[in-house]
């Protein structure tokens, strides 16, 4: 089954990537989840706005990826949240909502799957989060979370 990418599969591709795949795991696995499309003529004009969007994200080079981390560990994330009166967060803090700080805060936008929480985020004050870049650049940003 010949089938485009539309999302980052693990061992498969990239957006864009026109992959050939077993029936079964193209029909049970990538289309329903929405990480392929079938392939035709038509849609491979998709792949060049698919590209095009990869390619003003993307991180090019390591050098860009340092910059990008310097960037971003200069930044004062805040992120407001619903708390309690003893500082206890309902819920926790979803990687989504620090992307969303990020853009706020006035850094570049990022991918929600690039968010590397090690603990979830479940109380107000200071928090360590890291996003990795590419695969030997990982920034660790300081959010802050305030009651809100």
Same mark, same amino acid.
């Given at each position: 089954?010949?089938?485009i990418l539309t999302a980052p599969v693990?061992?498969?591709?990239?957006?864009?990537?026109? #992959? @050939? !795949?077993?029936?079964?795991?193209?029909?049970?696995?990538?289309?329903?989840?929405?990480?392929?499309?079938?392939? &035709?003529?038509?849609?491979?004009?998709?792949?060049?706005?698919?590209?095009? $969007?990869?390619?003003?994200?993307?991180?090019?080079? &390591?050098?860009?990826?340092?910059?990008?981390?310097?960037?971003?560990?200069a930044l004062e994330v805040t992120l407001?949240?619903r708390a309690g009166e003893a500082g206890?967060?309902?819920? $926790? #803090? &979803?990687?989504?909502?620090? !992307?969303?700080?990020?853009? =706020?805060?006035?850094?570049?936008?990022?991918?929600?799957?690039?968010? @590397?929480?090690?603990?979830?985020? =479940?109380?107000?004050?200071?928090? &360590? #989060?890291?996003?990795?870049?590419?695969?030997?650049? !990982?920034?660790?940003?300081?959010?802050?979370? !305030? $009651?809100?």
């Amino acid at each position: 089954m010949k089938l485009i990418l539309t999302a980052p599969v693990e061992h498969l591709g990239i957006p864009g990537d026109i #992959v @050939e !795949v077993k029936d079964g795991y193209g029909r049970n696995f990538l289309l329903p989840r929405g990480h392929a499309i079938s392939w &035709t003529r038509g849609a491979e004009k998709q792949i060049e706005g698919i590209k095009r $969007a990869r390619d003003a994200r993307e991180i090019r080079g &390591t050098e860009h990826a340092v910059q990008i981390r310097e960037q971003l560990e200069a930044l004062e994330v805040t992120l407001p949240a619903r708390a309690g009166e003893a500082g206890k967060l309902f819920g $926790a #803090v &979803t990687s989504a909502e620090i !992307v969303l700080a990020v853009k =706020k805060a006035g850094g570049p936008a990022l991918d929600k799957r690039s968010i @590397e929480i090690t603990k979830p985020i =479940k109380t107000v004050g200071k928090h &360590t #989060v890291g996003i990795k870049l590419t695969a030997g650049v !990982v920034a660790h940003i300081s959010v802050g979370v !305030v $009651a809100a």
